[in-house]
């Protein structure tokens, strides 16, 4: 039996819609590794939500003019469509400002502090002169003390990839207005990393299948850890839950504690929502395995500083300990770490204008044209530049020509000539060789699916479009008028690799998946979809919100090559794609900045 696979997947932050480089590192990846998982015969439990605490939230609340609910509440609705329309098919995409959460964050803290790895002590905190408000580390830049790098954030440097405390930049400046912030000396919590140093050495020494960039980096900053806050000085967020702290009103965990443990929150709500509250332990445990996904600028979070803190509580750190209300978790089996996407050679900003939301791609394109282009051109190794003139051609002469012309031709002839799937007849050594190259590739494109590789993955899988494509030029059907046997095998195995190349580009493409099963006269769902479903808090019924969930146990489409069914009857193919402007390549749609 297949083990049971937790896909993590980064935590999208509430204050905004999200742009295409953000789904570029979390989205599709995650999406296209789970769908081939479930294909695969694995369990699969999906899992995300907003992130949605922390200053940046009561800013952006304030420019809006609304209250911090009403943000949250906005943009948790315009995220969870946009990856709706996208295709993502979690299992349940919720939220940080629900009651289960705050109830999993707490417990999960709780058994950190008892078995020592939470201390006290005092801190310079950072305060904007003009509000009072806490300014976050990560919105305070400066000259790094260590290697120079000006553009340190005040958690750490992306530089050099030491953590930071912001009194220590130099030249420090707020990221939200520019001033020199006032430093004022206040009383925290910290998570002791350096009772992790042995812990988190000898576990990370056993990820010797990571991204190389991301074991490199992780390794790097383990000799030089340093104790954490895991509070701030805000009245936004999660309580504290000791004597002395819960009812302070200007003490709450920070944002990058709770949010990590949103990972667990979320699967322990979905178990709630199924009916049995213990289902969640299927995917925390062993034999499963967890893979996160999230782009390189969360990668200490997901290597260092979530494991950190589950080993706390599993009472598996370096201090020992017993393991708290879940009892032992499983740490990450992989971290997924993505790239930037970027455009002109710079991350996509929305304060610079450098931005192409996901809800304006998605209404003039499609979620299957920019799912591909993430697949085969987006920044899984490397920063990758994004040009409209490099979609059009890959939507065009990729999509369009190769694959999109690949059905259309296939089930037109045999519409036309037979008006069902023909029967084959004497086959030839052409036909049983590009027959046994689709099959062959379900191994190929597999085993680059389940190691993310998805570059790989859907390269091998065009290359098996790309040889069908020259068959039929090869075997002409359509000069075989004369010997209908002949004609009607060659149809029938291109039909048959055509259903296969589906299947293999289902992960990617689900959405025009769906419409070539169908073309190929398959009924019901192939590749199903996630859906919005309206919900009330299970801690509080006032309090409704959405999320995305889906039934993908009911979906047909599995990884393997199953023989199409002689006689089913074909109507017309309509085009699968729809070829773009070329000169949409020069200048991008209107709405799009100028790159």
Not at 332 to 340: A, C, D, H, L, Q
Not at 535 to 556: F, H
Request: include cysteine.
């Amino acid at each position: 039996m297949s083990a049971p696979v937790l896909t993590a997947v980064a935590w999208p932050y509430a204050n905004g819609p999200r742009h295409i480089g953000h789904v570029s590192g979390f989205g599709v990846p995650s999406d296209v590794f789970s769908r081939y998982m479930r294909m695969s015969g694995h369990r699969v439990l999906m899992v995300s939500g907003t992130d949605e605490h922390g200053t940046p939230i009561l800013v952006q609340a304030e420019k809006e003019g609304l209250t911090t609910r009403q943000l949250v509440d906005k943009y948790n609705r315009v995220i969870a469509e946009d990856l709706q329309g996208l295709g993502l098919s979690y299992d349940l995409f919720t939220r940080t400002t629900t009651g289960n959460h705050y109830q999993v964050v707490q417990d999960l803290f709780l058994a950190l502090w008892r078995n020592g790895y939470v201390q006290s002590k005092t801190q310079m905190g950072a305060i904007s002169p003009s509000t009072g408000r806490t300014l976050p580390d990560r919105y305070i830049e400066g000259t790094c003390p260590i290697c120079g790098y000006d553009g340190a954030r005040g958690d750490q440097c992306d530089n050099c990839g030491n953590q930071l405390d912001p009194v220590d930049l130099k030249n420090p400046r707020s990221r939200i207005n520019g001033e020199v912030p006032k430093f004022i000396e206040t009383e925290h919590l910290f998570l002791d990393l350096p009772s992790f140093t042995e812990s988190l050495g000898s576990w990370l020494s056993t990820r010797t299948e990571w991204r190389p960039n991301v074991l490199k980096f992780s390794q790097n900053l383990i000799e030089d850890l340093r104790p954490r806050p895991i509070t701030r000085d805000l009245d936004w967020g999660i309580p504290v839950p000791l004597d002395g702290w819960r009812d302070a009103p200007m003490k709450r965990f920070y944002v990058w504690f709770d949010a990590v443990i949103g990972y667990l929150s979320a699967s322990v709500e979905w178990a709630r929502r199924t009916g049995d509250a213990d289902a969640w332990k299927e995917f925390w445990t062993d034999p499963a395995q967890a893979y996160y996904f999230m782009g390189k600028d969360n990668i200490v979070f997901h290597s260092l500083i979530w494991p950190s803190l589950l080993l706390g509580q599993n009472g598996a750190g370096d201090k020992g300990g017993t393991p708290g209300r879940f009892d032992t978790l499983n740490l990450p089996t992989e971290v997924v770490s993505s790239e930037f996407l970027t455009m002109s050679g710079s991350k996509f900003s929305t304060s610079r204008g450098t931005v192409i939301y996901v809800g304006d791609f998605l209404k003039e394109f499609g979620p299957d044209a920019l799912r591909y282009f993430i697949s085969a051109a987006g920044p899984e190794n490397q920063d990758t530049d994004f040009t409209w003139d490099e979609f059009v051609r890959r939507t065009n002469f990729e999509l369009a020509n190769e694959w999109g012309n690949l059905v259309n031709r296939s089930v037109s002839m045999a519409h036309k000539n037979v008006g069902a799937v023909p029967a084959p007849t004497a086959p030839t050594a052409a036909d049983a060789e590009l027959k046994a190259l689709a099959k062959a590739a379900f191994t190929s494109v597999g085993d680059n699916l389940r190691r993310s590789r998805f570059k790989a993955a859907v390269s091998e899988a065009m290359r098996v479009v790309g040889a069908a494509n020259k068959y039929l030029s090869d075997e002409e059907p359509w000069k075989r008028k004369d010997d209908p046997a002949r004609r009607d095998t060659i149809l029938h195995t291109a039909l048959q690799v055509v259903s296969d190349a589906n299947t293999l580009l289902t992960p990617f493409l689900p959405h025009s998946a769906q419409k070539v099963h169908e073309l190929l006269g398959g009924k019901g769902v192939w590749a199903a979809q996630p859906e919005i479903r309206q919900v009330d808090d299970l801690d509080d019924p006032s309090i409704s919100y959405p999320v995305l969930t889906g039934d993908y146990a009911g979906e047909q489409a599995s990884w393997e090559s199953v023989d199409i069914e002689v006689g089913k009857p074909l109507e017309k193919p309509e085009p699968l794609f729809t070829k773009l402007d070329p000169k949409l390549g020069e200048t991008g749609p209107e709405w799009a900045p100028i790159a």
